[in-house]
């Protein structure tokens, strides 16, 4: 019997190997390509000609699946929202769950009677017996790892994946793809969010939503330094850009959108020794009922610390890390890891957000 797969296309090199490396193991492969939003980059025009053209060099077909509408309303409007709130929102997880894996495996069951999906995300997948749940772990080349953005997918959509180049580098898959003759595989890298590509720059695309509001730029006591032209402008950590003078670095410290203030301090105030975690997805393991002991990470680019997990009321946990962490940002996801096992992750919460 034939095995049947969807993979999903975004025009870059790594989905068109995904595909080609299925085609090759005897899959029964259908290209589907998910159109987010009309522009430039991977995930637009640019991106479904691209996906269209590896289609037609491995011979298989290729649909469009007009997304738009929920892009909008699951990614955009969830952003802007974010922003304006002052915090800063992760979308690419957020877009994994909501936008990707879960309709196109819709689409794959009720459109294409295929029950597979496939895409190019650097991730490997396992079945545990004992807990009979599938884990996720990372991918086998650590600099190009994507389970970070892939917590929040749920057991049900785990059972229906494939990641194909999990156990590879981002170096044999450009082999592959030059083996091939794959016309995406001089391809660059897509270096930022899909947003950006298509609107120049995250201030360009949240200009477009927000209107920038001028407030005040003010240290820990309140003493104003400067002046901002809107908070979605600025992220916790951020140094750069503040256009303030000052005789030693300042850093955004909190955002405030009830006072349109942003707050800064030196690096040391902008170090946390706890955060709370909400929104939670256990993937690797059951919830945890006790404490535990294990790595996080809170951000893509950032290592991952060893942390105390105390599990709370109402889908929420408290992180205790061992040594001050720099630059904890509400909005991100916190994704906790035993070494290479995913065990699940949320979004870290501002602490009035905790206290409410």
């Excluded at 597979?116 to 995300?121: C, D, L, S, V, Y």
């Excluded at 006790?290 to 992180?319: E, F, H, M, W």
Aim: charged fraction near 20%.
């Amino acid at each position: 019997m034939v095995k049947k797969v969807v993979v999903g296309l975004s025009g870059g090199v790594d989905s068109s190997v995904a595909a080609a490396v299925l085609h090759r193991q005897g899959y029964e492969v259908v290209g589907v390509t998910l159109w987010l939003m009309k522009g430039k980059g991977q995930c637009c025009s640019e991106g479904m000609v691209d996906a269209a053209s590896i289609c037609e060099q491995l011979g298989i077909p290729h649909q469009i699946v007009d997304t738009r509408d929920l892009f909008q309303t699951q990614i955009v409007d969830y952003l802007v929202t974010g922003y304006g709130e002052g915090i800063t929102p992760l979308p690419c997880s957020q877009c994994n769950k909501a936008v990707k894996f879960g309709p196109m495996l819709s689409y794959a069951k009720e459109m294409l009677d295929v029950d597979k999906i496939a895409t190019g995300h650097y991730a490997r997948l396992t079945y545990d017996q004992a807990s009979q749940r599938y884990q996720l772990l990372r991918a086998v080349d650590r600099q190009k790892d994507q389970s970070y953005f892939l917590y929040d997918l749920e057991q049900s959509i785990l059972a229906a994946t494939l990641f194909p180049l999990g156990n590879q580098t981002k170096t044999e898959t450009r082999q592959i793809a030059t083996e091939l003759g794959l016309t995406t595989a001089e391809k660059p890298d897509s270096q930022d969010l899909c947003l950006i590509e298509a609107h120049g720059s995250m201030r360009d695309f949240l200009d477009k939503y927000i209107t920038p509001k001028t407030g005040e730029i003010v240290d820990r006591a309140g003493k104003v330094l400067g002046n901002h032209q809107g908070i979605q402008h600025y992220t916790i950590g951020q140094r750069k850009g503040l256009g303030i003078a000052a005789p030693e670095p300042l850093y955004v410290i909190e955002l405030d959108p009830v006072m349109n203030r942003v707050v800064v301090g030196d690096r040391a105030s902008a170090g946390s020794l706890d955060c709370y975690v909400s929104r939670l997805n256990w993937v690797s393991i059951p919830e945890p009922t006790t404490p535990l002991r294990c790595q996080v990470q809170v951000r893509y680019r950032s290592a991952p610390v060893a942390v105390n997990v105390i599990p709370l009321s109402g889908d929420r946990l408290k992180l205790s890390f061992d040594e001050p962490q720099f630059g904890i940002t509400p909005g991100q996801a916190a994704v906790l890891y035993n070494g290479d096992l995913l065990l699940g992750g949320g979004i870290i919460l501002r602490e009035e957000e905790n206290h409410s």
